[in-house]
């Protein structure tokens, strides 16, 4: 009696574990409907809501909204130019929300790129109504960040001077040279940066400053004084 007692119960429990498994399944199909419709939010100022949604659309086409992996729409999303961050979340009861955060771009980097506020290069994408005050940056491969923060060091110390930085350029081999108001270019070299800033800045101060408009560029690469090109002349002036 008691064997039998046991046995209904067991049977019970199977039959109750087999409802509720048909009653889940019917409920994920209920609710895993296909997606009807994707909001975008975000602070942007770059990028139009048709590019976005032109280049979203496919992360959900075909998909359900249950059975989609966020975290995959999410990490594809942020391929997209101009994306630095995505946040993806359903909403109820066949809809995606995108949470977008644009890369803020610092400067032009090779040509071709921009620079984050990381240093990290970018491609710019559909984008044309860029701040045309932009600094013009270069470097080897992966020097983004160090390129960025000696363009900082370079406008903290020339600011003084009523000098902007509007290029700057770290060769292969290691040497800088950067460009002051659209014109003068000031080669520095490898080695001693700081004494060869120094010895500019000094130059600027008690000569340079006031013929700026007759120099093509400044050569500090000496270990004394600076040699500078002028305008229509093919030989530099060495100067103390």
Known sequence: MKEA?????????ILFAV????????????????IERVSIGGDLHYVSATYLQRNLAPL?????????????????AREIAWLSEVKVSREWPNA????LFE?????????????????????????????????????????????????DLLLRRLDMLD????????EDRGAWRFQVNDGVWVMLGRTDLESRLARF???????????ASQIRYIDLRYPNGVAVAWHGETETEAME
């Open 103 to 151: 890369q803020v771009p610092v400067a032009h980097w090779n040509d071709d790129k921009l620079l984050n506020t990381h240093g990290e290069p970018f491609s710019p994408g559909p984008v044309d109504d860029l701040d045309k005050s932009l600094p013009d940056l270069a470097g080897p491969k992966g020097s983004g960040p160090e390129v960025l923060a000696y363009h």
């Open 163 to 170: 000098l902007h930085v509007t290029q700057l350029r770290l």
């Open 19 to 34: 409802l509720l498994g048909a009653g889940g399944r019917a409920l994920w199909i209920w609710l895993d409907r296909p």
């Open 201 to 211: 800045t000094a130059a600027w101060q008690r000569q340079l400053g006031a013929q």
């Open 96 to 99: 995606l929300r995108f949470k």
């Open 60 to 76: 959900v086409s075909g998909e359900t909204w249950l059975s989609i992996d966020l975290d995959q729409v999410r990490d594809k």
């Open 5 to 13: 007692g046991l046995r209904g119960a067991l049977l019970g429990l």
